[in-house]
C-alpha cells in the first residue's frame, strides 16, 4: 500500500478556495456600498471608502481558517453551519472593536451589518458553485479507503458517491483517507487496525458504534492523570434552555410564513369543494406530548364513502394488505380523490395543522403525530422518548423519504432527531422540507 502523507492538490484546492473567498468578500463590500450610499440617503454619508473597510475581510478568512473550512471536507449543510459560526464571531469581533474604538465614528454600523448579511448569502453559493467547478477534476479528488462491514460500506459507498460536495473517492491502494466503521472490530481489532494505517496516512476517521447519538454535539472530557477521555451525552430536546430555543424560533418562523399559509389554504379548501363532495377538513385523534391525545387536523383527501371503496379494493388486490402492514399505506389507494392525490404529494395535506401550533399542541418541526393504534408498534422505549416531545409539521423522517421508510425507519428517524436536536437542524429540516414540497420527492 502506498504512503500517500502529503497531497500537494488538497493545498492548492485550499488556496484556490482562500482566493475565491477573498474576492467574493471584497465584492461584498463594494455592494454593500453601494447599497448603503444609494438606498439610505437620508443617513449621513459614508466617512470611509469602501477600500478602507477591506481589513475586516483577513478577519473573516483567519476564523475560516480556524473552523478548517479549508482543511476538512465537510457536507454542505456542515460547512455552511461553519460559515455561519464563523461569520457571526467575526461580526461580534469587528462591531465590538469599532463601537469600542476611537474610530467609531469612522465606520458605518449598518455598512458592517449588510456586509456580514450579504456575506451569509454569498459565500455559501459561491463556495457551492466553486466546488461543483473544481471537483470535478479528478486532481482535486480526496481518495478514501472504507474499512467497514458489508451493510455500512455500501451505506458510505453510497454517500460518496451521490454527495459530490465532499469530493471523496473510493480507492483501496492509493489513498489519502481512511474511513473506518468500528462497528466491524472489537476493540483490540480496531486498535490493531488504527496501528496499521496511521503510519500510510495522517487522516483516519473512525465511526463510532453508537450510531443512534451525533458525537459532533458531544463534549470532549479529558482525564489526563489516567490517559483516558470521555464523551458528555445529553438528551438535548429535552433540555429546558433548548425547549425554550425552539419554542421562539418556531413561532417567529410559523408567524413569518403565516400570510403565504392562510394564501395558500384558501385556494385549497376551493379546490377540493370543487373536486369533491364533503367538509375540506377532518380531524383525527393523534398523540401529543405526554401521551395527551389531540385533534391533528388535516384536509380531506378521501371520497365520503372511502371505507367501501377500500373494502372491495382489497378483495381484488390482497397484496396490499401486506404493503400496509410494513409501510402504513396502500401502493393505489383508491379512497383519495384528485386533489387529494396532489395534496399528498406535496405534503400540502399537513398545512391546517399551523392551527395545531398556535394551540400548543404541535411544532412546526418534530417527530410524525402517531395515531394511537399505533403506539404499541412504538414499543414501550422509545415512547419514553418521542411522547415526551410535541410532533411536528414535518420533521426529519418527512425529507429522509417520508413513505419510501418503514415503519420501523420513522421510529427509528424521531428517535435520532430527538437525541441529536439542534437549531440548525431544524433550519435545514424546514429548508429541505420546501424542496420536499415543491419537488415531490419522497412522497405519494
Not at 451521490?162 to 489513498?175: A, D, R, V
Not at 418527512?398 to 440548525?424: A, C, H, K, M
Request: a positive charge.
Amino acid at each position: 500500500m502506498k504512503k500517500n502523507n502529503f497531497n500537494i492538490s488538497e493545498y492548492l484546492l485550499a488556496l484556490i478556495l482562500i482566493a475565491v473567498d477573498y474576492f467574493v468578500l471584497l465584492f461584498t463590500i463594494d455592494i454593500a456600498c453601494i447599497i448603503r450610499t444609494n438606498f439610505f440617503r437620508e443617513l449621513p454619508p459614508l466617512n470611509t471608502t469602501s477600500d478602507e473597510y477591506s481589513w475586516m475581510v483577513f478577519i473573516v478568512l483567519f476564523l475560516f481558517m480556524y473552523e478548517k473550512i479549508y482543511t476538512r471536507r465537510y457536507d454542505y449543510w456542515s460547512e455552511t453551519y461553519k460559515i455561519l459560526k464563523a461569520l457571526t464571531y467575526s461580526f461580534l469581533t469587528i462591531f465590538s472593536f469599532i463601537t469600542l474604538s476611537k474610530a467609531a465614528d469612522d465606520y458605518s454600523r449598518l455598512f458592517i451589518v449588510l456586509f456580514f448579511a450579504l456575506a451569509l448569502l454569498l459565500l455559501p453559493f459561491t463556495k457551492r458553485v466553486t466546488k461543483n467547478i473544481l471537483l470535478r477534476f479528478s486532481l482535486f479528488k480526496l481518495n478514501v479507503k472504507i474499512l467497514a462491514d458489508d451493510e455500512k460500506y455500501e451505506i458510505l459507498k453510497k454517500e460518496i458517491e451521490q454527495n459530490w460536495y465532499l469530493g471523496y473517492k473510493i480507492s483501496e491502494t492509493h489513498f489519502h483517507m481512511v474511513l473506518i466503521s468500528s462497528k466491524k472490530y472489537d476493540a483490540r481489532e480496531l486498535q490493531a487496525t488504527i496501528n496499521r494505517y496511521i503510519p500510510m496516512t495522517k487522516d483516519i476517521y473512525i465511526i463510532p458504534y453508537l450510531e443512534n447519538i451525533d458525537f459532533s454535539h458531544a463534549e470532549m472530557i479529558s482525564y489526563s492523570n489516567i490517559r483516558l477521555s470521555s464523551f458528555h451525552i445529553e438528551n438535548r430536546l429535552l433540555n429546558y434552555k433548548n425547549i425554550v430555543l425552539k419554542y421562539v424560533f418556531e413561532r417567529f418562523l410559523s408567524l413569518l410564513i403565516l400570510p403565504f399559509v392562510l394564501i395558500v389554504h384558501s385556494i385549497i379548501i376551493v379546490l377540493i369543494k370543487l373536486d369533491s363532495k364533503g367538509e375540506a377538513l377532518f380531524k383525527q385523534k393523534r398523540l401529543g406530548k405526554n401521551s395527551k391525545l389531540f385533534e391533528c387536523y388535516k384536509y380531506r383527501s378521501m371520497y365520503q364513502n372511502s371505507d367501501t371503496l377500500l373494502d372491495d379494493y382489497l378483495v381484488n388486490n390482497p397484496y396490499e394488505v401486506e404493503q400496509y402492514k410494513i409501510f402504513h399505506k396502500y401502493d393505489n389507494d383508491p379512497r383519495i380523490t384528485k386533489i387529494g392525490k396532489f395534496l399528498r404529494a406535496t405534503s400540502l395535506d399537513e398545512l391546517p395543522q399551523f392551527y395545531n401550533i398556535f394551540k400548543g399542541e404541535m411544532n412546526l418541526i418534530g417527530p410524525r403525530p402517531y395515531m394511537h393504534e399505533e403506539s404499541a408498534k412504538i414499543g414501550e422505549l422509545n415512547q419514553e422518548l418521542i411522547l415526551k416531545v410535541a410532533p411536528g409539521i414535518t420533521g426529519l423522517w418527512q425529507v429522509s423519504g417520508r413513505n419510501e421508510l418503514t415503519f420501523e425507519q420513522r421510529v427509528e428517524l424521531d428517535t435520532w432527531y430527538i437525541r441529536n436536536w439542534s437549531l440548525w437542524m431544524d433550519f435545514v429540516i424546514f429548508l429541505k422540507t420546501i424542496k420536499v414540497v415543491l419537488s415531490k420527492v419522497g412522497a405519494r
